[in-house]
Structures are given as C-alpha cells and as structure tokens.
C-alpha cells in the first residue's frame, strides 16, 4: 500500500492520466474535447490515490486500469473496444519507457518513491512521449486507425 502526496497526484498522477487518455483516444482517432479528457484524467488521478492507499501492490495496476478504461467509456461516450484501447496503448507505452529508464538508469526504487519531487520528475519523459503523440497526432490527423484496417472493424 503506498500513500501518495498530493503534490504527486497534482503534478503527476493526473497529467499523467490526461496525458495517457489523450494520446489514446487520438490513436483512435477520436479528437475529444480537452475540458472532458482533464475532467477524466482528474477523476483517474483522485481513484490513483485511494486505489494505491487501500489495495496490495500489484493488485492495485488492474483495478487501476479497469477504472480507467471505464471512466473512458461513460464519460467519453465510447464503445467499449475503444476505451479498452485508448487505455491499453498509452499503459504500453508507459511500461516501455518506465521499464527503458529503470535498466538504462541507476535508480533506486526505494529512493525513489521516498522522494516526490523525484517521483514527479520520473514520470516526465513518458510524459513528454504522450505529448507529442497527441501533437503529432493533431497536427498530421495520424491514428491507428489509419494504419490497421482491423482496428477500423473494432472501433466502428
């Protein structure tokens, strides 16, 4: 169980959360209000908090996900293969940059999560990677969509 500081969940959790269901929804080629994606990614980030301070670790990444993708759902007003996917493609990319920096860099997880500011920094670069997902994205209307005729079938 970890207890996370607010400032974490300000300045981190719920950009993150934004972040993540903004890239994912342009991936689908959805182009969603912002006021709706940081209302989510507000009520993503609050879940985070209660999630993480009252559920076992591990445990806590699935419940995490599925409020996610749920709140997607209804309050993005998407079918469910499109939240699943909107939610499933940025943790993807999370993981593989999260996973890139623990090999590639000698931090010490313990320090890690002892320290919020440093906390908040390690979250930057995936961040920065979604960011320019959505800009990418906005500014050359590239999705997944276009490029696996599949997903065309999912999405609808």
């Known amino acids: 169980m970890d207890i996370m500081p607010i400032k974490v969940i300000l300045l981190g959790s719920i ?23 940081a209302m ?3 009520l993503q980030g609050m879940s985070i908090y209660f999630i993480r301070k009252y559920m076992d670790f591990g445990t806590h990444a699935f419940v995490i996900v599925f409020t996610f993708i749920f709140y997607t759902y209804i309050f993005m007003k998407v079918k469910w293969s499109v939240a699943i996917f909107s939610v499933i493609v940025p943790c993807i990319i999370v993981m593989m940059v999260e996973g890139s920096l623990l090999i590639f860099s000698n931090v010490n997880l313990v320090y890690l999560w002892c320290s919020d500011w440093l906390r908040i920094l390690y979250l930057l670069p995936h961040e920065i990677i979604l960011g320019a997902i959505v800009y990418i994205g906005h500014k ?3 999705s997944l969509l276009n490029e696996f005729t599949w997903l065309q079938r999912i999405a609808g």
């Open 40 to 42: 989510v990614g507000i």
């Open 140 to 142: 050359r209307d590239i």
């Open 15 to 37: 950009p993150e959360a934004v972040l993540m269901l903004w890239a994912g929804l342009f991936l689908m080629g959805k182009k969603p209000k912002f006021r709706k994606v």
